[in-house]
Structures are given as structure tokens and as C-alpha cells.
């Protein structure tokens, strides 16, 4: 949270307010041979000013203290919610082991929750992800609640793939997993050169009826993820989901807009802490 507190010296203002004006008093006092009534119409247009200052100091001060308890309570309700929707993710995954950390590089717990959901209630046979993490271990925990299905995960890095497939092995779900070191390569796409992971190696045999994206990184190329869709969509099965992170980022709504468009399918916005997109058939 921003803190827009700036420190105010109100007891200055409040000094200056009786200080001035007493010397302002004495100086036209003893100093000019102005009459009475100019005097008490100076020194009352100088206590006006006065009042008039202090008045609007204290309501920036009011103003401030006000931003900073609306941002607090903002911080700890956005707080909550990721707490809230965390436990709810231990809870519908009962997993064995703790779960890694969420946020910064990886996803959220909300969208985590909205991905868990979508698998269990969707039942994908297969899912395809762009860039690994804690996202593969929810889904491969999903899977194995549904007992069957695989996740296909794509990653650039083999140091974090290979992160990644050891606590997949530590929490027992290798079975419902493939993590693909696929380095990112420049690739065609009707005309235009763009660069995704190297996916030519990898055998996707059955349709794709999930697929989220959290990758390549954004400093790949701009529009980095927006490749995904069409050098996919020969795969996908007719009642495909599509789960986009990062959707309050401007290149990820282009890139939500651009699939939409290109699939004819409404790419709904979901309110997360890091915004994402739902693209769903109908
Ligand atoms: C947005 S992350 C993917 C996060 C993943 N879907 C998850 O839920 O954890 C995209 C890529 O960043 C890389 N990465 C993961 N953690 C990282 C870290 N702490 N620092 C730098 N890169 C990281 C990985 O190669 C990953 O494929």
C-alpha cells in the first residue's frame, strides 16, 4: 500500500495563527498612527486568514488519515482473500506434503482455487500448461482426486522444470504429470515470426481440453503468451477451456481479445489478484 502520509506540523500553524496576528497588532500599533477601527478590520482580516489556514491544513490532515485507513482496510480484505481462497485450496487438495509458495513468480492462491475448480468440475482428460510451478502440482493433485487425466507442462528453464518434477515426484504424482523442457524458439505463424516454447518434439496424442497459460515470460517478445492459441488450437478438443494468468497486464487482455476474436469464444475477466481470463465454448 502506497502510504501518502507526508508529516504536518499542526502545532506550528496554531502558533503562527495567535503569533501573527499579536504581532502584526504591535507593529500597526506602535509603529503607524492608524485609528482604532483600522486596526481591529486589519488584525480581523488577519485572524480570518489565519482560521482559513488552519482550517484547510487540518483537512489535509483529515484527508490523509482517511486514504491511509481505506488503503489498510483495502490491504487486509485483498489480504483475506487470498488467505480465505489458500485454505480452501488445502482443503479440496488434502495434499501430502506442504505446498510451495504462492505469488510473485508463481500464481495466486485465487487463481490456483479457479483452476482446481475448472479441473475437477470439467474433468479434463488432458490439460497443457504454459510454464510450470506450483499450478502443475494443483493440477496433478486434481487429476489424481478425478483418477485419471495428465498435465502436459511446458517450461523454458530446466532448472525450474526440473525444481518442479522433483516435488511433483516428492508429492506422489508423477503418474499424471509430463514436464517438457521446451527452450523458447522463433516459429511461424501466418507469416509473422514470433517465439514460443519448442513444442515440435513433444507428442500431444490426444486432445487438449484445458489449457492454461502462465508463460513464456513477458520479456520473451511482446504478446508473449498470445502464440499459445494458435499454435495449439489443431489440438484442441471442441469444448476447450482456456485459463490466461496475468490478465490485468495490457498485453495479456490483447492477447485474451486476439484468442477470443481468433476462436470465436467470449473471454471472460475474472477478478483475481493478478486479473486472469476464462475462454470458454458458449
Ligand atoms: C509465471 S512463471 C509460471 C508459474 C507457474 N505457473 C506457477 O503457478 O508457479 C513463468 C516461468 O518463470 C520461471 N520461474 C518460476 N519461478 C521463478 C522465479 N522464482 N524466478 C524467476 N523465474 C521463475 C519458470 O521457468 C516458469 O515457467
Given at each position: ?32 498612527n ?120 511446458f ?43 519448442d ?20 520479456r ?19 469444448d ?43
Amino acid at each position: 500500500m502506497k502510504n501518502t502520509y507526508k508529516k504536518g506540523n499542526p502545532t506550528l500553524i496554531f502558533t503562527l495563527a495567535f503569533i501573527v496576528p499579536f504581532v502584526a497588532l504591535v507593529v500597526i500599533y506602535f509603529f503607524t498612527n492608524r485609528r482604532p477601527v483600522e486596526l481591529s478590520t486589519a488584525l480581523m482580516v488577519v485572524v480570518l486568514l489565519m482560521a482559513i489556514a488552519i482550517f484547510w491544513r487540518n483537512e489535509k490532515i483529515i484527508d490523509r488519515h482517511r486514504d491511509i485507513h481505506e488503503g489498510g482496510v483495502k490491504l487486509v480484505e485483498h489480504e483475506y482473500h487470498q488467505l480465505e481462497t489458500l485454505v480452501s485450496l488445502y482443503t479440496i487438495l488434502n495434499p501430502r506434503l506442504p505446498l510451495p509458495q504462492t505469488r510473485y513468480w508463481a500464481a495466486s492462491p485465487d487463481v490456483l482455487e479457479k483452476l482446481a475448480t475448472l479441473v475437477l468440475t470439467k474433468k479434463p482428460r488432458c490439460v497443457v500448461e504454459a510454464g510450470s510451478g506450483i499450478s502443475t502440482l494443483v493440477t496433478a493433485y486434481c487429476l489424481q482426486k478425478l483418477g485419471r487425466g495428465k498435465v502436459i507442462s511446458f517450461d523454458h528453464d530446466p532448472h525450474y522444470a526440473g525444481r518442479n518434477q522433483k516435488r511433483l515426484v516428492d508429492h506422489g504424482l508423477e503418474a499424471f504429470v509430463e514436464i517438457i523442457v521446451a527452450p523458447v524458439k522463433e516459429v511461424e505463424i501466418e507469416g509473422e515470426t514470433w517465439k514460443w516454447y519448442d513444442h515440435t518434439k513433444i507428442n500431444i496424442n490426444q486432445p487438449i481440453d484445458l489449457l492454461f497459460v502462465d508463460g513464456p515470460p513477458r520479456r520473451t517478445q511482446k504478446l508473449a503468451r498470445y502464440p499459445a492459441v494458435p499454435l495449439l488450437k489443431k489440438h484442441f478438443s471442441e469444448d476447450i477451456t482456456i485459463l490466461l494468468d496475468d490478465g490485468d497486464r495490457v498485453e495479456e487482455t490483447t492477447t485474451a481479445e486476439m484468442w477470443a476474436n481468433e476462436l470465436n469464444m467470449k473471454a471472460e475477466h475474472v477478478a483475481t489478484e493478478k486479473g486472469a481470463y476464462i475462454l470458454e465454448i458458449g
